[in-house]
């Protein structure tokens, strides 16, 4: 009888054990299965060193700010090159931009009388989504081609809102010399900037009133989040500043002491407040992943104008840190464990890491160039990445291996310092000197000689592809 009972109970026992278990399964079966929602959000030449999170001594992102606290702040995250179409190439694909014709040393982005655009054979976050039923929108700054075959339509974005290219273009009347276009950038006036407004394939409103532009950016993110809460989603939101010329809207002129920069600034800040306010309104933070970055380093020739990257030298153009190092914060409540990282990252990251989220294979058939970094945001692992690579147009510049940069070609951003080929590239411990100051070369041949393998092993990898920004 005894052992009848003692048998009854550890059989009811191992049931029990057996249905939790079985539960648990269940649980984490729907947590496996339930599919996230993913936002990225762009910035378009914003600096290293323009939040206040990441130092920015007069210039307010409380919205940021909490964003980081919240989540991770990456101080090593990099994006695929320091302008803007083969940035935004490398972000979408997941690959260098040398590899899908989205670079060139003549013309360094696309413009409104290029015949380009990003081929339509490749992958991109939207279009690899989109086959698992996701909605996706991209709101914003396309630029990669703006002719109808490269449209974000046709690059698996069921929607679009935004002007196709960068807001300095279309400049009316032509402006006869350098100063003349610094002028009209730094005094900007709306009608002097004819880009026009698209909803999907149709000009809107041309040109584009941009003093409401961010307004407007967030109320239609606000609008597709809202409309898609019940499956999941893909927003690309692309701002169009702090890119010169400035505009903000009413409410945010002469609010900043960093002047109408630090405007644009706190404007994007609110924009940010108001899409975390939704997704929290709507139940949708626990099950949304948001990142914050910028497409390339500060516009230093605009000055004042341009922003700042911080402790960083260089900006926007070049390849020393400044010009692709951006502040990047990722935020998912439950989802990212919160803290500083420093491991390397980079924007190519975010497909693969994105598509192992969302449990989506993507072709095998081509080359990426970006780790999947799931396991560094969930707090589980390190990340895989050792290597950056710094592409000026199609050629490497400097290569980040572990804690040392190696520049083998040097040049000012823009005018100034020619182009250089060293030697004996200059080397930079860029944990110990972040601001790229102490060149060490000769103490470190060893270095030296790695590097150049690693740049060898990078090139052979290469495959020759018709180049889009020439067309
Ligand atoms: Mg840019």
Redesign the pocket.
């Known amino acids: 009888m005894k052992t009848f009972n003692i048998k009854m109970i550890v059989m009811t026992g191992l049931l029990f054990i057996g249905i939790t278990r079985q539960q648990n399964s269940i649980a984490a079966e729907k947590n496996k299965t339930s599919t996230p929602n993913f936002i990225i959000i762009f910035a ?2 914003m600096g290293y060193g323009d939040m206040g999170t990441f130092g920015h001594p007069t210039i307010r992102t409380p919205n940021l700010d909490k964003m980081a606290d919240e989540g991770q702040k990456w101080t090593n995250f990099y994006v695929a090159a320091p ?2 179409t083969p ?1 935004r190439a490398g972000l979408l694909t997941g690959r260098l931009p040398i590899r899908t014709g989205m670079c060139s040393d003549k013309r360094r982005v696309l413009f409104p009388d290029s015949k380009g655009g990003l081929p339509t054979n490749e992958t991109t976050i939207a279009s690899a989504l989109k086959g698992s039923g996701y909605a996706t929108a991209c709101i914003g ?1 396309w ?1 990669l081609g703006h002719l109808p075959q490269y449209s974000p339509n046709k690059h698996g974005f069921d929607y679009y809102f935004g002007i196709p290219y ?1 807001n300095d273009m279309d400049l009316t009347p032509k402006p006869k010399s350098a100063q003349d276009y610094f002028d009209a950038c730094t005094k900007p006036r709306v009608e002097n900037f004819n880009v026009p407004l698209l909803r999907n394939s149709e000009i809107i409103e041309r040109p584009a009133d941009q003093t409401t532009i961010t307004k407007r950016y967030t109320s239609e993110a606000i609008n597709f989040i809202k409309q898609n809460k019940k499956k999941p989603f893909f927003l690309y939101l692309a701002h169009s500043m702090p ?1 010169v010329p400035l505009f903000r809207s009413k409410e945010f002129e002469g609010k900043s002491l960093r002047g109408v920069y630090g405007d644009v600034i706190e404007e994007l800040d609110w924009s940010l407040g108001e899409i975390i306010k939704t997704l929290k309104q709507n139940g949708l933070d626990e099950n949304t992943l948001v990142v914050f970055t ?3 380093g500060p ?1 230093l020739t605009f000055k004042d104008h341009g922003g700042s990257a911080g402790l960083l030298s260089g900006g ?1 153009g070049g390849t020393y840190e400044g010009g692709m190092r951006e502040p990047t914060i990722f935020w998912n409540p439950g989802g990212v464990k919160p803290g500083v990282v420093m491991d390397l990252g980079t924007t190519m990251d975010l497909l693969p890491t994105i598509c192992h989220l969302a449990n989506v294979n993507l072709p095998n058939d081509r080359k990426y160039d970006g780790y999947d970094i799931s396991s560094v945001l969930s707090g589980t692992g390190e990340s895989l990445r050792d290597i950056v690579f710094y592409y000026r147009g199609t050629q490497v510049y400097a290569i980040r291996k572990g804690e040392f940069k190696a520049h083998f070609i040097t040049q000012s951003e823009y005018g100034g310092e020619e182009k250089k080929v060293q030697e004996t590239p200059l080397l930079y411990n860029l944990e110990l000197d972040p601001s790229e100051k102490y060149n060490i070369t000769e103490e470190h041949p060893e270095i030296i000689k790695e590097m150049k393998e690693v740049l060898e092993e990078h090139l052979s990898t290469l495959i020759p592809v018709e180049n889009q920004l020439e067309k």
């Open positions: 378009d030449d302008v803007c940035s700054k630029h960068s890119h910028s497409d390339n516009w926007k």
